[in-house]
């Protein structure tokens, strides 16, 4: 008999649509009446203030100040880049007009047509360069070190909830450099800091290096990547950052007079994550009962649940329920006070507990009248199975609440870095790529392959078997060892191996 699961389907039957009920269940989001767009609640949006209040203490701690600048962006702006506006274009929402009428049967029309089209914010390289052409003027003016906490919105054709909507928040960072050795330290500096807020905090290993060329950012002189891998072996681009060399900064006119009293132009970077790693921390961890959730970005860390069996027991079981909540809020767990809340909601017992299982609760405490009497509590992990329950008592549970936390942080990366490493294979031939990427393993969850490591030469863009296969090359890894061989792409010479992969 089939183990009965709360998400339907499950993993192993249909990956994509277990990937929706999991939202679903968890009360995530949901698609909103523009199309391509998401409605973010409150769960969801509470997962991504963690991750945006932990990525906003890291940038601030390494020099970097948050700024605001428009949605709306000059048409002529996006011309004065060609390989960028070419990127971006067949996404790019346009504003044409600035107010509306009424006509004589009651339909409103756009009205007072634009002088110049802006375009809805797809990325922001061109205004902020304009803005740092106006701040730069002197060698004394540099580094500029800006990030923006905003919307962007690019046209998805094929719309996901959290891995690719029209409209999606996300941060990005702009920076101008008198050096172009500075600006790759910068881009290489962030590239660490995006490594650390997947493997630390979300518990998502992560491979970090460069795309090739054909996968770098439009304008871009050089694009860094974090590549995860999901449940089902295809690849998350979880965050990117670029070199964009004087690119932008000759477009935009960024120049400033350097120590010799020449002028010079600026060297410039851009970087940015999304809630795009929502869906990433989605698919790493969930099960087919619900979401899972690493404790160190979970709203709620510990959730107590006291159950009212006995209506006559009602009040010292919330007495016993509200003790321990005070108790453990007084406790740090990574150096922030533990994140406790207790259901009192007069849901039944089952139905209470299955509500936070299914919104990856990290860890679960049950309370009834047995355990006021024993002065104990029921506890449950998110991180195992929902039936494997301990009974500890009440003094031994605060003690080691914080130890808990941090225990299923690492179980939740220890697990999701053997699943990596189980399904990462080294690839030397056309024939044993081709077999890879089309087989289904034992493991019936990982149907996109893996990952492959491969020699490549950059004379393979656009190789025939890579689009029928629908893979793509997704990084060099900087961790990567240093090995000459030839791309099984075109026999041509390959100083090291690249990963390749399905992708999402």
Known sequence: MAKKTAISPT???NYPDWYQEVIK??????????????????????????????????????????AYFPLLIPLHFMEKEAEHVKGFAKECAVVTHHRLTVDESGRLKPDG???EPYIIRPTSETVIGDAFSRWVQSYRDLPVLVNQWANVMRWELRPRLFLRTSEFLWQEGHTAHATPEEGVEETLKVLDLYTDLAEKNLAMPVIKGPKTPGERFPGAVETYTIEAMMQDGRALQAGTSHFLGQNFAKAMGISFQNQEGQQALAWTTSWGVSTRL????????????????????APTQIMLLPIFHDPDKKD???AHADRLLQELRGLNCDGEPLRVELDDSDRRGGEKVWYHIKRGVPVRVEIGPKEVEADSVFVG??????????????????????RMLSEIQENLLKKAKTLRKESTVTIDSLDDFRDFFTQTHDDARVTGGGFGLAHWNDAAEGNEVLAELKVTPRCVSLDGDQEPGECIFTGKPSRQRVVFAKSY
């Open 278 to 297: 929502i869906g990433g921390l989605i698919m790493t961890h969930s099960d087919d009962d619900g979401l899972v959730l690493p404790p160190r970005v």
């Open 316 to 318: 010292e079981v919330r």
């Open 25 to 66: 269940a968890a009360d995530l989001a949901e698609s909103s009446p523009v199309r391509g767009c998401m409605i973010i609640k409150p769960w969801g949006y509470a997962i991504w203030e963690r991750i945006q209040a932990i990525l906003d203490g890291m940038l601030k701690a390494t020099g970097h100040v948050n």
């Open 11 to 13: 993993r192993a039957e």
């Open 113 to 115: 047509q634009l002088e």
């Open 381 to 402: 992990r998110r991180d195992k199975a929902h039936r494997d329950r301990a009974t500890l008592s009440r003094a031994d549970f605060v003690q080691n609440a914080s």
